[in-house]
């Protein structure tokens, strides 16, 4: 009887976080899915003006897509190149005092509040960026240096895990072919690597997207569509988060439509990323040693080059 | 009462497509110590968790067949299992200290039975450490974390907390295998006391640990039991050939 | 020749990145200790705020961080580590199970910006709570429960099969079998998660401000509106409040995280569970 209620307990706790997400789902859509259905989910994305109070109200969130975009690619731009050679420094190169000390450094940089960072950016970058190349230096520039830090845990930790799944064969088989290290980690253990090193990068992405409170902080908030790299913009999150203490009626309907959309796009980020990492299997294959194998050959050590090192 | 203590009825066991057990028919007597013998793979492990269920957990497989303890069928709906593991006690290869004082140890199964009283755990344990002639060595030390014990105390630790449960059955599946002469001799000779209180099944760690411990034996190959009866007939005219081969080592 | 210099090359650029993520962090922390720490003192630590946090100290604050902190944990550990039990002990993978994993990742990619304006919308408007500390808690309860899972459910897989046999064998049942063996031994793993959940809990800022509220007193009860050091500094910083509190109270936020990082870490190399880094 207690074990039939202990069980049963367990049970309700584990359905608590899928029960979660589909009441945050309902909850956001509920809330801002009839304005979207007003104005017209065309006139929604794709009118660059945002005129929540005037007479004639105007809800387009074209920019602030626009601003999401160029951001999280920004980015990417950074944090992909640097959280990559992180990874692969951490798994292949490093001495293992120096992995040790770079765990915990990642995890720190994980775990430094956003608005740490958005405080960095505000005071430290933003200057930097405006003495260097002009501009406001609130800009996308500086909010996608700093996002690229702070997406590189994300990206570390997921693109190193699948570097270290790579079989040893892998490895050992490269290099005794006469492939040198380098060699060995670019056409052979990245390859093999690359379905965790893109569920990372989209991961990244999703982060990227997702962040406020610094992305507010440094991208100076002008609801415009950036034309350059140094134009001050606004995302989806940062407009969200500027105006919905204040918001009312309408308006506040229109930042929970906001949510909807940056919503719909953080699930699709995610369910890509889950499929990459086959934690979510939508189909079954044997395939991939099956590919891996195929990479190996077809990036295989000339016999000719096999001979000089 | 039948003679009987376990009664095993054409009894099957599968992990999932894999056949362990195939048709097994296997009398145990009351007070006396059954080895199940033979080559690797050829179900011995399968059967004696079989007998106590411990089947259940892990891979799900299916049965076929019945084991009956004292005429009761072990498998029949309904049965508490719980109870059943506490009739019928298992030890396992590898010794397995929990985390815990050598005390809490001992005293493991009969506080999930709602033991509390301090004396009547003390008796028990002391009894307990006592049958597996380990109470010398650790009468000074029952406070001290049972994982500092040796493989070979340890073992006799896993006995006694078998014992303390105050079983009628304990299963012991290769008991001996991780450990040196003078260890393996130490549990022998328990097991020989320990007949006149309970019956034993153990699958020795090789023939002769069979001929040293068992009044009766069983020889299983490839899932199947070969051939059954007293140790001291099988093991001298045995009468299928390929348990004379095993026997005279010439497999396995 | 070519390959051995193309190799140096990659090499030195991996190397540098390496070093760059560490300068990063020491950049980080030092600028915000430095300019921060000289302003921190006991009075700072314990005195309350005078006009908007102007002058005087973050009592409040600190009080309100911990306070949300402790609560959101209160909710999400039973839930979390059940939720652990449950997937590891109590069920085999199925459907139901892949559908139970699904909500979980998904629940950790959902940004903070989101479970605030859930936050909002269910827990402080729809259920009436209000800016709250509870409102506040739930929210976060739901956002920590990822890194609650996922930390136990590897620190319970970290466990060996062998006790379990163990303590089935002896009549144990599952709850008892899990009970005395399971979460005594995946224990340091799981206070592990509690360590870092606290610590994104701390950080929080998207998800508190919309929920706690901003409101600079002591809370007083659950239902009490109530302001973190993160939000805190936030307002500071933005709304050009005092650049030094703002620095100070950066130190007090930094040196929190540091603590908590440091004590998971201890507990990491003491045998345990490898953290949720992501
Ligand atoms: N958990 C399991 N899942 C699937 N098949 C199993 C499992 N355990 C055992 N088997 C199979 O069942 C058969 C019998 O195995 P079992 O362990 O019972 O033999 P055994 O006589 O105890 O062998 P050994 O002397 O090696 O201990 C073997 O073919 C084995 O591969
Ligand atoms: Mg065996």
């Known amino acids: 009887m207690k074990e039939r209620l202990i069980g049963f307990l367990l049970f309700m706790s584990a359905l608590v976080s899928i029960a979660s997400l589909a009441v945050i789902t309902f909850f956001i859509f509920e809330a801002g899915l009839p304005l979207i259905f007003r104005v017209g989910i065309g006139n929604f994305l794709q009118n660059s003006i945002w005129q929540p109070s005037g007479k004639t109200p105007q809800f387009g969130i074209a920019a602030m897509i626009l601003g999401s975009v160029w951001v999280t690619l920004g980015a990417i731009m950074i944090g992909v190149p640097l959280g990559l050679a992180v990874a692969i420094f951490s798994a292949e190169l490093a001495p293992p005092w120096l992995a040790a000390v770079i765990r915990p450094v990642l995890q720190l940089l994980a775990g430094i509040p956003s608005v740490i960072y958005g405080f960095i950016g505000l005071t430290i970058l933003a200057p930097v960026v405006r003495a260097a190349f002009g501009g406001p230096g609130l800009s996308v520039v500086t909010a996608a240096l700093i996002l690229g830090i702070m997406i590189l845990p994300s990206i570390v930790s997921i693109s190193e895990d699948a570097l270290r799944a790579v079989p040893r064969a892998y490895r050992d088989g490269a290099l005794a072919v006469g492939a040198t290290q380098w060699q060995t980690i670019w056409r052979v253990l990245v390859p093999a690597a690359r379905s965790g090193i893109v569920a990372s990068i989209i991961l990244g992405m999703g982060r990227a997207l997702g962040e406020t409170m610094a992305v507010i902080m440094m991208l100076g908030n002008a609801l415009q569509v950036p034309r350059s790299p140094l134009d001050s913009a606004t995302t989806l999150t940062s407009n969200i988060g500027l105006e919905l203490a204040y918001a009312s009626g309408q308006h506040r309907e229109a930042l929970f439509a906001t949510g909807v959309v940056l919503f719909v796009l953080i699930m699709i980020l995610n369910l890509l990323a889950n499929v990459f990492t086959g934690r979510l299997v939508l189909w079954r294959s044997r395939a991939p040693s099956l590919s891996t194998m195929r990479t190996l050959w077809r990036n295989r050590v000339p016999a000719s080059d096999r001979r000089s090192s | ?252 | 020749m070519n390959r051995q210099l193309s190799q140096r090359f990659a090499f030195g650029l991996l190397w540098s990145a390496a070093s760059a993520t560490i300068i990063i962090l020491a950049i980080i922390v030092m600028f915000i200790m430095v300019q921060g720490l000289p302003y921190v003192n006991l009075a700072f630590l314990t005195g309350g705020p005078i006009a908007q946090g102007r002058e005087g100290g973050i009592l409040p604050a600190i009080l309100g961080t911990f306070a949300l902190g402790a609560l959101s944990l209160i909710i999400a550990v039973p839930l979390g580590v059940g939720a652990a039990v449950f997937l590891t002990e109590y069920t085999r993978p199925s459907p139901l199970t892949t559908i139970m994993r699904f909500g979980t990742d998904s629940l950790a990619g959902v940004p903070s910006i989101i479970f605030g304006l859930f936050g909002f919308i269910f827990f402080v408007t729809r259920l009436n709570l209000g800016w709250s500390l509870l409102a506040g808690g739930l929210t976060i309860a739901l956002m920590v429960l990822p890194t609650l899972i996922r930390t136990a459910e590897e620190a319970i897989r970290a466990v060996p099969v062998a006790y379990r046999e163990v303590s089935y064998g002896l009549g144990a049942s599952r709850w008892q079998m899990v009970r005395t063996v399971v979460l005594p031994n995946a224990l340091p793993g799981i206070v592990t998660g509690i360590i870092l959940s606290f610590g994104r809990a701390v950080g929080e800022t998207a998800a508190v401000i919309f929920t706690a509220g901003t409101a600079l007193n002591i809370p007083t009860s659950v239902l009490s509106p109530t302001r973190t050091m993160a939000v805190h500094f936030y307002i500071l910083a933005v709304e050009g409040i005092s650049l030094p509190k703002a620095y100070a109270t950066g130190a007090v936020l930094i040196a929190t995280i540091l603590v908590i990082n440091v004590v998971a870490n201890l507990l990491i190399t003491r045998g345990v569970a490898r953290a949720v880094r992501r």
């Not at chain 2, 076929?64 to 004292?70: A, K, M, P, Q, V």
């Open chain 2, 1 to 252: 009462m039948s003679d009987f203590k376990i009664q095993i009825e054409r009894f099957g066991y599968a992990y999932g497509n894999e056949t362990a057990l195939r048709n097994i028919t296997l009398n145990v007597r009351r007070n006396s110590i059954l080895a199940i013998f033979g080559p690797a793979r050829g179900g011995k492990t399968t059967l004696l968790r079989s007998i106590n269920r411990l089947t259940d957990i892990g891979e799900p497989g299916t049965h076929s067949g019945r084991i009956l303890l004292d005429g009761q069928d072990i498998y029949a709906p309904g049965l508490d299992v719980a109870s059943l593991r506490r009739r019928v006690g298992m030890v396992f290869a590898l010794p397995v200290a929990l985390p815990m004082s050598i005390l809490d140890n001992v005293a493991y199964g009969q506080r999930l039975r709602g033991v509390r009283s301090p004396s009547r755990i003390q008796d028990l344990v002391q009894q307990s450490l006592e049958a597996a002639a380990l109470w010398d060595e650790v009468r000074d030390r029952l406070d001290a974390p049972a994982t500092s014990l040796s493989g070979g105390q340890q073992q006799r630790l896993s006995i006694a907390r078998v014992l303390a449960l105050e079983p009628e059955v304990i299963l012991l599946d290769e008991p001996t295998a991780a450990l040196d002469p003078i260890s393996t001799a130490k549990i022998e000779e328990a097991l020989v006391t320990l007949k006149r209180q309970y019956t034993i099944i153990i699958a020795p760690h090789n023939v002769q640990q069979a001929g040293r411990v068992a009044d009766d034996t069983a020889f299983f190959l490839m899932g199947e039991c070969i051939e059954a009866g007293p140790a001291s007939q099988l093991f001298t005219v045995p009468r299928d050939q390929r348990t004379e081969d095993y026997i005279t080592g010439r497999f396995g």
